[in-house]
């Protein structure tokens, strides 16, 4: 079960950075630049910018007792006769010898770092530009050798490649990825390899796919796409950095580093997909938290939700055995628990007809249908229904489809619709239906509402050229009283 709302309450209040925290840190940056710029540094400073997590909006929240950090590069000109430690070297100096900041100050290869008590930090890279030539090097004091670097392209390929995935996808799952990482420990992957893989599994055929729905989708989508890329690599690949090919990523990883990650991957995606797929909602929860931990849903009650959820599933398995018809309680007792309580075969009734259209290997399955009920076809007056809503039994719906965004269907297409009635009084009346028929105002259809029960309309998006089946959306219940 995707268990959506769960999922954003989880990245929210657990995964992502929050917003005291982010001021706190963007305050501290603001400070360090102003001090950088009125220090006795020596090289020009052309600008800074943020890199790294913070830059990739992929930071995620430290778990209790840990620290967060942002990277952030000081680009700076080249001064005559400085080696590469010399701009790290110096930049640790300038801070020494600050009263503020010289309990605060450690250097590393690449970077000088001020601490903050313990809770958070800022690496400050030293990045020098056009030295011999166009380009930035980072500084390598261990070595004294200057490093090309592509720090600002690397930044706008992951802004791409999230744009692809739609939703902000890309950076939701590599967040929920770091967090796995985090709270499990039981694979290591620094943070620039793990966002590498992850992006190199999206693709600029990815826009508009369903794949991206929303979280849980995009999470099954990407983790099924790595493992089954690292299944295909028994031994450590190169990763390398899509804007530097020189530069491999893989090299973070030990073999055996390597095989452990892969390993992970593999378990874990199956269960994410068994997360995903189960249909009952207090056994998807645990499922879901064997993956995450006991902060996902830790708000929903597990246990009385599926002695509910077991109370209810005896309810409707009563109803819906209790005639073929389908009994007219059915109604009240959906209009109570809601639509969620059905299960998927209820939607599948045996005189369904199936389309009769050659399908598209890339059937889309994300397009919505809406409705708004009029007491009568041409009346101007309107009430919008969402699947599910009771509505009289009298009047009728306008029936309309949309795309994912909600913009209309372009021309060159047909909209045929798949009316179904479902319950006593309409299979009384020889009027189950489960046909297709087509749009009575370009995209849109009049259904009159008359027979009491679950009842279900669905769009099917058939292209006009070679009348190809290229969309076709979920069943959309109405609900008669």
Not at 424 to 444: E, H, K, L, T, W
Request: net charge neutral; glycine share 6%.
């Amino acid at each position: 079960m995707k268990l959506q709302a769960q999922f954003n309450d989880f990245l929210a209040e657990t995964v992502n950075l929050n917003a005291t925290r982010v001021s706190l840190l963007s305050e501290a940056v603001l400070n360090l630049k102003g001090f950088i710029r009125n220090s006795a540094y020596g090289a020009r400073i052309k600008t800074f910018a943020r890199q790294g997590s913070w830059a990739h909006q992929t930071i995620i929240k430290p778990l209790a007792g840990g620290e967060y950090d942002a990277d952030l590069l000081m680009f700076v000109y080249p001064e005559e006769g400085w080696s590469a430690s010399d701009y790290v070297d110096k930049l640790y100096d300038v801070f020494s010898a600050s009263g503020l900041y010289k309990d605060k100050v450690s250097r590393w290869e690449y970077c000088v770092t001020i601490e903050y008590a313990g809770v958070r930090k800022v690496d400050i890279a030293p990045c020098v530009v056009d030295r011999h030539q166009p380009g930035y090097e980072v500084c390598n004091r261990a070595t004294n050798d200057f490093e090309v670097t592509r720090p600002l392209e690397y930044t706008d390929w992951l802004v791409e490649q999230n744009g692809y995935s739609g939703g902000n996808s890309f950076r939701k799952v590599t967040r929920l990825l770091k967090y796995l990482r985090d709270i499990k420990t039981t694979f290591t992957c620094p943070s620039v390899l793990l966002t590498t893989l992850v992006g190199q599994q999206i693709s600029w055929l990815d826009q508009g796919k369903a794949n991206y729905a929303d979280v849980p989708t995009a999470l099954l989508t990407l983790v099924s796409r790595l493992d089954e890329w690292l299944q295909a690599r028994p031994n450590k690949p190169q990763v390398l950095n899509p804007k530097l090919t020189t530069e491999d990523f893989g090299q973070l990883w030990t073999d055996s580093q390597y095989s452990n990650f892969r390993n992970c991957i593999h378990r874990y995606q199956s269960w994410i997909a068994e997360a995903y797929d189960c249909e009952d909602r207090a056994e998807s929860i645990k499922a879901w938290q064997r993956v995450f931990g006991d902060e996902f849903g830790k708000g929903v009650n597990v246990l009385a939700e599926k002695a509910a959820t077991d109370s209810s599933r005896l309810s409707v398995d009563h109803y819906l055995s209790e005639t073929a018809a389908h009994s007219d309680g059915l109604v009240d007792f959906v209009k109570r628990v809601g639509l969620s309580i059905l299960p998927k075969w209820f939607f599948k009734p045996p005189y369904l007809k199936n389309p009769p259209w050659p399908v598209s290997s890339e059937l889309i399955r994300t397009i919505n249908v809406v409705a708004q009920w009029h007491p009568s076809k041409d009346s101007m007056e309107v009430r919008r229904v969402v699947a599910g809503d009771p509505v009289p039994p009298r009047g009728g719906l306008w029936l309309d489809v949309r795309q994912p965004d909600g913009s209309v269907i372009p021309d060159g297409y047909m909209v045929q619709w798949r009316i179904t009635n479902t319950g006593a009084a309409a299979i009384a009346a020889n009027s189950r239906r489960g046909d297709f028929y087509v749009s009575n105002r370009r995209y849109s259809r009049w259904e009159p509402l008359q027979y009491r029960g679950v009842h279900m309309a669905e769009a099917f998006i058939v292209r006009m050229t070679d009348d190809v089946l290229v969309a076709q959306s979920e069943p959309f219940a109405v609900l008669i009283e």
